[in-house]
T-cell receptor
Framework: ETGVTQSPTHLIKTRGQQVTLRCSSQ?????VSWYQQALGQGPQFIFQ???????GRGNFPPRFSGLQFPNYSSELNVNALELDDSALYLCASSTRTEGTGELFFGEGSRLTVL | AQSVTQPDIHITVSEGASLELRCNYS??????LFWYVQSPGQGLQLLLKYFSGDTLVQGIKGFEAEFKRSQSSFNLRKPSVHWSDAAEYFC????????????FGGGTRVLVKP
C-alpha cells in the first residue's frame, strides 16, 4: 500500500510570506490530520479533515487553514508567516473506523521562517 | 483537558541493557494510547497501540507497553536495547470519540552507549 507522502520536504520563507504544504494520504484512508512539531517538542494538533470538511481544530490562529480534496489529499496553508511558525509540519492519515485509530505519518515538511 | 507527560527528557542506556520510558496521561474519555518513535529528520513510526483488552501490548522492534488505568500510565519497555534504538520516543493519547485526534507528550530522547 502507498504510504503518506508530503511535499516539499524543506523550504525557507521570510516573515509575512505565505506557504502551502501538501499531503497525499495512505490508500484507503479518508481522514487527514496536520500537526506542528517545533524543535525539541512533541507534535501539536493543528486540524483534521474528514470528507473534505474541517473536523476539529487545535489552538492555532485562523491564518492556518486547510483543504481536503475528493481523493483525500490535503493542503495546509499558512498566511502571514511568523518566526515561530518555523517547525516540522506532519501530515497523518487514518480511517474513521472505531478501534483502528492509529495515525500514519508522513516524513514531514520542514519550514524555516527567516 | 487531555495531557500527556513524559517525565524523562533524556535517557542514556548501554547497549544490551533494558529500557523503560514513562508516560502518564490525563484524559476524560476511554483513551486510545500509542507510542511512536522518531529518528532524526524523520516522521513518526508507530511502535504499538492500546485500544482495549489485554493491558500488556506487544509492538514492533521488541517493544512492549503496559496500560495501568489506576495509575494513568502507559510505560514502554524493551528488555535489551540495540544501538539502532537511539531515537526520540513519543507517547500519545486519543479516542475514537474525539475523532482520533492525538495529544502527544514532549518526548524522551534515548541515547545508546556502546
Amino acid at each position: 500500500e502507498t504510504g503518506v507522502t508530503q511535499s516539499p520536504t524543506h523550504l525557507i520563507k521570510t516573515r509575512g510570506q505565505q506557504v502551502t504544504l501538501r499531503c497525499s494520504s495512505q490508500s484507503g484512508h479518508n481522514t487527514v490530520s496536520w500537526y506542528q512539531q517545533a524543535l525539541g517538542q512533541g507534535p501539536q494538533f493543528i486540524f483534521q479533515y474528514y470528507r473534505e470538511e474541517e473536523n476539529g481544530r487545535g489552538n492555532f490562529p485562523p491564518r492556518f487553514s486547510g483543504l481536503q480534496f475528493p481523493n483525500y489529499s490535503s493542503e495546509l496553508n499558512v498566511n502571514a508567516l511568523e518566526l515561530d511558525d518555523s517547525a516540522l509540519y506532519l501530515c497523518a492519515s487514518s480511517t474513521r473506523t472505531e478501534g483502528t485509530g492509529e495515525l500514519f505519518f508522513g516524513e514531514g515538511s520542514r519550514l524555516t521562517v527567516l | 483537558a487531555q495531557s500527556v507527560t513524559q517525565p524523562d527528557i533524556h535517557i542514556t542506556v548501554s547497549e544490551g541493557a533494558s529500557l523503560e520510558l514513562r508516560c502518564n496521561y490525563s484524559y476524560g474519555a476511554t483513551p486510545y494510547l500509542f507510542w511512536y518513535v522518531q529518528s532524526p529528520g524523520q516522521g513518526l513510526q508507530l511502535l504499538l497501540k492500546y485500544f482495549s483488552g489485554d493491558t500488556l501490548v506487544q509492538g514492533i522492534k521488541g517493544f512492549e507497553a503496559e496500560f495501568k488505568r489506576s495509575q494513568s500510565s502507559f510505560n514502554l519497555r524493551k528488555p535489551s536495547v540495540h544501538w539502532s534504538d537511539a531515537a526520540e520516543y513519543f507517547c500519545a493519547v486519543g479516542s475514537w470519540a474525539a475523532g482520533n485526534k492525538l495529544t502527544f507528550g514532549g518526548g524522551t530522547r534515548v541515547l545508546v552507549k556502546p
